[in-house]
């Protein structure tokens, strides 16, 4: 049995979380946002010169690299930084662009209005994150530690979380009857010392506890 090119091998999985196709990059902005999203999450490649059906069309010049190129020095805050390899098949070159997961998030790239904003990659989507992620990135890279008291917020938070799976942030804040920015401020610190985890649910970020009880946290905080 003849083996698969190890592009074809790549396409052949389709695109997901680590994995897009791009027929061409005709914008180094929008391609920032791709850059962003696997570097704030698990990393990926990008296939330029293969259509969303896994046909390979090839690339047309040597734009396509400098398009990418500009999107990492330009429009990604701090830069994301990527490896790039040509594959040449049958008379057609592929562009395989490799980013790794970065240890300084969030990556910022610009929206379509110009803000500047953090990324994520679920599934073969570029989202948003949430503004409780990006700010429990940006604790997460302080040197100071983050230092969080017990109080009728978090209890309330611990309680719900023992019996349910998962809790958004404004069902946080009509539980413990707190203002929005309080919520988001515990929340984002309690991910930042890895207390709690988030996931994407289509189209609202949820956040989860990580099995530890009340106790637990305040013997981890003691």
């Known amino acids: 049995m003849k083996r698969l090119h190890p592009i074809e091998e790549l396409i052949a999985q389709g695109e997901h979380q680590r994995l897009d196709f791009k027929f061409e990059v005709s914008d180094s902005k929008k391609i920032a946002r791709t850059l962003s999203a696997f570097a704030n999450t698990d990393g990926g490649r990008l296939l330029i010169g293969v259509k969303d059906n ?3 069309a090839g690339v047309r010049s040597d734009e396509e690299y400098y398009m990418i190129e500009a999107a990492s020095t330009m429009y990604t805050r701090p830069s994301v930084s990527f490896s790039a390899k040509r594959w040449d098949m049958r008379g057609k070159t592929v562009l395989e662009i490799y980013v790794a997961p970065g240890p300084d998030k969030p990556y910022l790239a610009p929206d379509k209005d110009g803000r500047y904003k953090a990324y994520l990659r679920v599934a073969d989507e570029n989202i948003l994150a949430s503004e409780i992620v990006a700010l429990a990135w940006r604790k997460k890279q302080r040197r100071e530690g983050i230092y969080l008291e017990v109080n009728d917020a978090i ?10 799976d998962a809790i958004t942030a404004n069902q946080f804040r009509s539980l413990a009857r707190i203002p929005y920015r309080m919520a988001r ?9 890895d207390t ?11 956040y989860r506890g990580k099995g530890l009880s009340l106790a637990d ?5 003691t």
């Open 54 to 56: 896994g046909a390979i």
């Open 155 to 164: 209890e309330a938070l611990f309680g719900w979380l023992e019996r349910h």
């Open 185 to 193: 401020d515990i929340l984002s610190d309690l991910l930042a010392m």
């Open 196 to 206: 709690l985890d988030f996931a994407w649910a289509g189209d609202h970020f949820i």
């Open 217 to 221: 946290y305040v013997s981890l905080t």
